[in-house]
């Protein structure tokens, strides 16, 4: 397992990295061990030509629920009979082996688009702890994951009856981080507000559910076990709750006040931005997204807010890192290139700041900077190739033609992708 991928142009995914042509990237078992510019490539390494093709570390996704595809769906909206009919079924020992069977194909497909490390932020049952593990013992083909299990919620809260678990009072809530942790799960999500789907007033989507309270109290336990907390927050309300609880990511995200720019800093809180299907459900005719009245001016308020969040926090210099929210209805879990397109063009930074940012700056968020996020000796083999330069236009990460992850080549990396849903999502880039 000694590969040299050959005079390619490489980016490393610094944050000043510019492409930096007839680079040779050796790399053996799970390491990359050697970079260089020389003519002649070293012996006994399984040469890859890299010619005229651009190769970048692979992209992290920082927000993604591993068990849906993203086509839009009635049962993903809201609460139905149907969809409780529907999470019963998947419960039982068939239903959850097809439960398994879509998220591994899922992750694949995540894979096969260059994203090498998900995180996962809120799935059912803990079968993405289980998917996980069978990654990690090479037993099916997929990203590094990092998963939180079921995320936290209180009664009538996100994702109450669905990829949450909810509690009634403080000692409930704890209980489920104690849970969670007994499952070996990576990280612990909260929901302290609602979402788009779940708001019941006109301009009223993210309302604060969990208390300040009870937040602090999930932090604090969470910490001493030694888990990061990642917090669903939709409104300025819910951004003040979690930064003032100690959440370490905020997932969404709206406007905030000076003072609490002030304690992101001091705390190393960062920000989580998925317009993946922000944009879209705010922005695609109700006729096409099936979205009710309601939840339609709503996703224009997140959308609207978000955007004005994130851009605070990059004013302020705050961490911001990029996720799908792949399962949400057009967040397909091959399109995390998307969302590194619309980071570019709707917070109006540069190709280059983007990438940096889906890559390395990612990584950072993940405290895993030492092992993946960029292209240097000494860290895991996790990279892309592809054929056209994305400084020049990032369109050209969607079309991949080789994917290696933990040093493991895969030249084949055909998805089967829903082309009208595609179509139309082109419309936003
Ligand atoms: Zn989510």
Redesign the pocket.
Known sequence: MKYVIKNVNLFQGKIDSKIISHSNVYFEDDKIVRIDNDINVLDDYEIIDGSDKYLLPGLINL???LFGSGKPSKLLGGKSNMQQMVIKAAKSKYGLKILDNIMQKNMQDALFSGVTTVRG??DFFYRDVILRDKINRNEVIGPNLIVSGPAITVVGGHGDQTFALSGNNEKELLDYVEQNALHNVDLIKICITGGVMDAKVKGEPGEVKMSLEQAKAICEAAHEKGYVVAS?SESNQGVEIAVRAKVDTI??GAMFSDEIAQLCKKQNTAFIC?LSPALPLATFSPKLTKLNDLCYYNSKVVLDNMLKGIRKALSYYIPVGLGT?A??PYAMQYNMWREVCYFAKYLNVSNSFALYTATLQNAIILRMEDKIGSIEVGKQADMFMIKKDPLQDLRALKDVDMVITKGKVYTDCNIKKNLEIENELDKLL
């Open positions: 927000h993604a629920h932020v809120g669903h997932e969404h998925t929210d399962s949400c």
